[in-house]
């Protein structure tokens, strides 16, 4: 009895070695298998990682364009908006208007500049802001 014991012992030892090297073997083999697709498809990847900074980089110069817009409503709201007196000064605070346009009010030629949230396109508050031929700020709206 004592001798059989051993013999099954040997057998399920055997056994149990080969199985733990049979799932090493295929661990290895999975790892390298999926290094291999990692790099055939390397160029695509690439790819997928560039559009996706590229999204992020979106995301944050939109953050940027809205807080100047609260910056540019807060200023009109408050009456701090005739401080800026020229167009540069308006630009470099509150960056570039997303549409401007030529008209005529009063017999006089203006340029009016519009501004809203980078994102928002129909329900967005939006801001007008009137230059003269000069360059200088006439009057402003807060619609």
Not at 8 to 22: D, M
Not at 52 to 81: H, P
Not at 91 to 113: A, H, M, N
Request: hydrophobic share 40%; with cysteine.
């Amino acid at each position: 009895m004592f001798k059989i014991t051993i013999v099954k012992l040997k057998c399920w030892f055997n056994l149990n070695l080969f199985g733990i090297c049979l799932v090493i073997v295929s661990c290895v083999l999975v790892i390298f298998a999926s290094g291999c697709a990692k790099l055939a498809h390397l160029d695509q990847l690439l790819t997928l990682k560039g559009l996706s900074d590229e999204q992020t980089q979106m995301g944050k110069e939109i953050e940027r364009q809205d807080a100047r817009f609260d910056n540019l409503v807060a200023a009109v709201q408050e009456g701090s908006i005739s401080k800026y007196k020229d167009q540069k000064s308006v630009t470099g605070q509150f960056g570039s208007p997303i549409f401007t346009e030529k008209i005529e009010e009063d017999g006089r030629p203006l340029e009016v500049w519009a501004y809203r949230y980078a994102a928002q396109f129909f329900d967005s508050p939006k801001v007008y802001l009137y230059w003269d031929q000069a360059g200088q700020l006439v009057r402003w709206e807060y619609k």
